[in-house]
């Protein structure tokens, strides 16, 4: 059974850093897609960034670009989001989330469509 964990949220000041972590567990293929998503209250979900396990390309949406980066341990079957500069916009629910045999841009572009989600972890920013 494929499990997914986010952990890593919670309150911090605005400009600070926080680093989530995405637990994987239950892949029997090494041929699967991880991104992180985030939802703030009352917004729609949005695609952070997607890394591919087979050739560790990444995707980045475009609101995203400089301040997050996304990056794995294999050996330890963790994704990592590392977030900087963080604003009050930032503000949301994270989910990992990923599905077998797509790449980073297809998780971020289909995230509908991918099987396995983590249960979410809060990011707040004061300012």
């Known amino acids: 059974e494929v499990q997914l964990q986010a952990s890593g949220g919670g309150l911090v000041q605005v400009g600070g850093s926080l680093r989530l972590s995405c637990n994987i567990s239950?892949?029997?293929?090494?041929?699967?897609?991880i991104g992180w998503f985030r939802q703030a209250p009352g917004k729609e979900r949005e695609a952070v960034s997607c890394?591919?396990?087979?050739?560790?390309?990444?995707y980045y949406g475009d609101s995203f670009k400089g301040r997050f980066t996304i990056s794995s341990d294999s050996a330890k079957k963790v994704v990592y989001l590392q977030m900087n500069n963080l604003q009050p916009e930032d503000t949301a629910v994270y989910y990992c989330?990923?599905?077998?045999?797509?790449?980073?841009?297809?998780?971020?572009?289909?995230?509908?469509?991918?099987?396995?989600w983590g249960q979410g972890t809060l990011v707040t920013v004061s300012s």
């Open positions: 890394l591919s396990t087979t050739d560790a390309r990444t």
């Open positions: 989330a990923g599905d077998y045999f797509v790449n980073a841009e297809y998780a971020c572009r289909e995230d509908k469509t991918l099987d396995y």
């Open positions: 239950g892949f029997t293929f090494d041929d699967y897609a």
